[in-house]
């Protein structure tokens, strides 16, 4: 019987990390949505074209196309989608450029339609 609880312990000690884990990594993909969710605010706030936006939704796409080993898709997608968004060179111009200028795609790979 002591036997028994001890093996019921060890069970509910692993659960209880496995649950640790999976809330550890929840929030990290809550953490990287929402740099990502920013990201698309300012972007709308700069008036990026619905073209532009598309460009870099369909490069992050593509780049996530065949998942990396060891790695969780969905927080892949989101890592480079950040990625893509943040070297949209519209963010980094001057105010006065930024009303005048779209965003570019820093990847040269994409082709534009």
């Known amino acids: ?12 000690k692993m659960e209880l990390q496995m649950l640790e884990t999976e809330r550890v990594r929840l929030s990290l993909v809550e ?3 929402m740099d990502v969710l920013q990201l698309l605010q300012q972007l709308r706030d700069l008036n990026i074209s619905k073209r532009a936006l598309g460009k870099i939704l369909l490069s992050t796409l593509e780049s996530c196309r065949d998942p990396q080993p060891g790695k969780a898709q969905l ?3 989101l890592d480079t989608l950040q990625q893509e968004l943040t070297a949209c060179e519209l963010l980094h111009k001057q105010p006065m450029e ?5 965003c570019s795609l ?3 790979l994409v082709i534009s339609c």
């Open 1 to 12: 019987e002591l036997q028994q609880k001890v093996e019921e312990t060890e069970v509910l």
């Open 31 to 33: 953490e990287k949505l």
């Open 75 to 77: 927080f892949e997608v």
């Open 98 to 102: 930024r009303a005048q200028s779209p």
């Open 106 to 108: 820093s990847n040269p």
